[in-house]
Every structure is written in C-alpha cells, then in structure tokens.
C-alpha cells in the first residue's frame, strides 16, 4: 500500500509540474474552436502515458476531451483498414518506426507539425508525427535469476540451457516492440544484418524453449510477477518499472550493444476531427510534452531542446546504425522467414 501511494503521489507531482510548466500558452498550441470538443485517439500507450499527454492535452484545450482505444499496433491498422470508409478514430498514438517504411501510408494523411523543425528524427515523407526514441533491452526477474544461478548479460546468455521455458518474447508480426527486438537481433548477432550466423543465433534462441506473446506488455508484466526469468523488452517501459516500485527485476542492456529507432504519431485518413488531430500531433513533438513524459514515463524525446539525464549515452551502449530503408523494403520477407523458423521450432 505504502508502494501505491508514493507512486500516486509521484505522479501527481510530475503532472501538477507540467501543468505548471503550461502556465503560459505554448507557441503550437492553436484556438481552441478550432480545435473542437473531442478526439478519438488509437494507441499502443498505457494508461501511465496517456496521462501524462492528458495532463499537457488538457493544459491548453480543457474542452477537447480524448476518448482513448488501447491495443497493440498490428490490432489497430487493422482497425484503421476495416473503417477506412468510415473513419472512426482520428490519430494513431505511438507504436509507428522508422523502419515502417510506406507499409501504413494507406491508413494516414499526410501532416506537417508546427515544430517539424525543432526535431532530432523527421519522417520526411510528413506521415509520421517523431515524439521519441525507442532502445531495446532485457528485463531480469533478480530474484528467479540469483535462485538459477545465471548471470543474463545479453543476447548470447540468453542461450543457457536453464533458461529453457523461463524467456518471454513479444511477437514481432503482432507487435511494434517484438519487430524491433527482431530486427535488432538480426543487426547485432551477426557479422552483417540478416546474415546466416544471425539467423543462426535466432534459431538456437527459439530452440531454447522461448514463448512468445502478442502483448508488449505481458512481457514485462510477467518478469516481474515470476512467471517468466528473462523477457525482450524495451528501455523506457522497464525503466518505469524500475523506478516505480518493482523492485525484483533490472533492466540489462545487451553486451553485444543496441539499436535506436525513432516513433511517432500519425493523423488517420478521413480523421473525423481533422483540427483536433493536427493539434495532437503539434503537441507530440513539443519539449513540454516529451520533458513531461521523460520524468513520468522515463521516454527520450526527439525535440532538440529535450534533455534527460537518467540514461547512458548511445557511446556507453553502443548503439549500431540500423538501415531503416532496408528493413521496411524486406519487412515483409524478414517477418515470413520468422514464422517459418517458429512454426519449425517454436513452442507448441
């Protein structure tokens, strides 16, 4: 109980902070009639993020209520696609990469936010809305793993024997997170990306006994109640954990280094409340809602004024360039050669 009141009274804290921040009418924000009265907002965020983008939203258009629809990203295209001739929604929230190439430009209207400019990531292509960085990393259960007697380290430790049935991965046909392991894995685990030593290393990974979910957040979620030792996760969403009271797990950045990928925010085609969308995606890519959500969701904004020291540098990492040009064009092709290995190898 003690736990959950000091994480409520945290967060009021870092939301009254932003709200403060806010005091003065930021230089995106727009009349608020012209904004209108609701927007309907498709997101892979959970509830934590959506209140922090509630807190600035409301800020500066108490009027404009947001009516949120969670799911994971393959859910919600799918969703865009069967009501594409009638629009039901009018912006997608999180879960849109660099590597998507034009796999979604048909769910999107293309947009220029006010502060495009003011970005470290842009998608030039002006569909994608860039709000912060994505870098990937393993999520340890201490206990489970000082009870084993392993050390996780990184990707090749993950190939201990006695860890046959205690890894938990995301799904990388279902989910944003999964493909960026994925795709991750294959850019560090070879001598090259997508080589054969890589997709060896990814065929000994599934043998092992991995599961495999098409819940992002089952993956943390069930490392830390002790059902799984290890999962594939991501920094941001683990470093929450850490830093909100889960205090039986860590957040292990792979040896064999890392990988970034920008991720954004888009305006769904046909957006039935076009303003209030244009409006959202100029506030995704502001300082005051990326500031906001580094202190309560422990995220990296792209914004160039963003500044948040709670993480090592792309040097203490070692972050790898990734060609994001590549991995859309062969998405489809990487993602098949992924089922085949799991319908051969995988869990039954």
Known sequence: MKKLITLVLALALVLGLSATALAERPAWARDAEEVGDSIVVYTTMDDGQQAVVEDIWYGVYPDCQIEWIKDSLGTLISRVRNESANPQADVICGGLFQTDGDAYWDCFEQYTPVNYDEQTVVDENHYYAMQDTQYMCLIVNTELEEKLGVTIDGYASLLNPELSGKIIIADPTATSSGFRQFHTILALMGDEFGDEKAWGYLTDLVKNGVVNTTSSSEVYKQVIAGEYLVGLSYESIVQYQVENGAENIRLCYPVEGNTGCANGSAM?????????????????????????????????????????????????????????????????????????????YGAK
């Open 268 to 344: 769904i085609k046909g957006a039935p409340h076009h303003s209030a969308a244009e409006a959202f995606l100029d506030m995704c890519g502001s300082n005051e809602l990326q500031s906001a959500r580094a202190e309560a969701n422990c995220a990296r904004g792209t914004n160039k004024e963003f500044s948040y020291s709670a993480y090592p540098s792309d040097e203490e990492i070692g972050i790898k360039p990734l060609d994001y040009a590549y991995i859309a064009e062969h998405k489809e092709e990487l993602l098949n050669q992924w089922v085949e290995l799991w319908s051969t």
